[in-house]
């Protein structure tokens, strides 16, 4: 889930095993959905993306599930690797008047075990 | 392509001093967002701009925070004084379309106000 001040949520899970690192969205009008990796030093780098009339999305080792009916985006990864530790954000489109920018959560911190 | 292009990479200044930060877009990106990261506050939009006009800035902190886009291959991100809480990470993202598309990241710069 998505944490609130200087704490990130650590997601802690053995080499070969599933992870599941799991956001709340807030606004109901968002209809474009991303999850970022961020590795140390490093920028956010694009993972997989979803767009609302869609509930489920596949990649490389990567599902995204979106329940629109909770406000609730999923990122799943198959066969957790020590290269996939990194803090996890997702992001969703603003959708404003304004224009189309991304808000993102806070992260969840996946750390990988041998 | 080379990716998003961030310079300088880390930036240690005093307190009271102009600071520039740059970027370069990908090539044919018509959309160029600043982000500011920190551990409190996360991934927080500063401004973004579609074909070089700034679209919204209202994530702009104050006055002392100004950004430009004088052509598609360039921007820069300027703070004049800088405070200490000014320190963070800025990454600045440029997408194709700017309309639910993903973001490409530099790989941020590390500003620390003393």
């Known amino acids: ?114 | 392509d080379a990716g998003v292009i961030q310079s300088p990479r880390h930036e240690v200044t005093e307190m009271g001093q102009e600071v520039t930060l740059r970027c370069k877009p990908i090539s044919g990106h018509n959309s160029l967002f600043w982000y500011r990261q920190t551990m409190m506050r996360g991934l927080e939009l500063l401004i973004y701009f579609n074909n070089n006009v700034p679209i919204d800035d209202s994530g702009m902190p104050e006055d002392r925070f100004s950004a430009k886009m004088p052509n598609a291959s360039f921007s820069t991100l300027k703070i004049q004084p800088s405070e200490p809480r000014d320190s963070a990470v800025y990454f600045c993202a440029s997408s194709f379309r700017g309309n639910n598309e993903k973001l490409f990241f530099g790989s941020g710069t590390q500003l620390s106000v003393l």
């Open chain 1, 1 to 114: 889930g998505e944490s609130v001040g200087l704490h990130l949520p650590t997601l802690s899970v053995q080499e070969g095993d599933n992870s599941i690192i799991n956001c709340a969205y807030s606004n109901s009008a968002s209809d474009y959905f991303i999850w970022y990796k961020q590795e140390s030093g490093k920028g956010p780098q694009f993972i997989i993306d979803i767009r609302s009339n869609m509930d489920k999305r596949q990649g490389q080792r990567v599902t995204v599930l979106l329940n629109k009916t909770v406000k609730h985006l999923s990122l799943q990864i198959a066969a957790t690797q020590p290269g996939d530790s990194a803090v996890y954000f997702c992001a969703e489109n603003r959708n404003s008047n304004s224009g189309y920018a991304l808000n993102f959560g806070k992260g969840t911190s996946l750390l990988v075990t041998p």
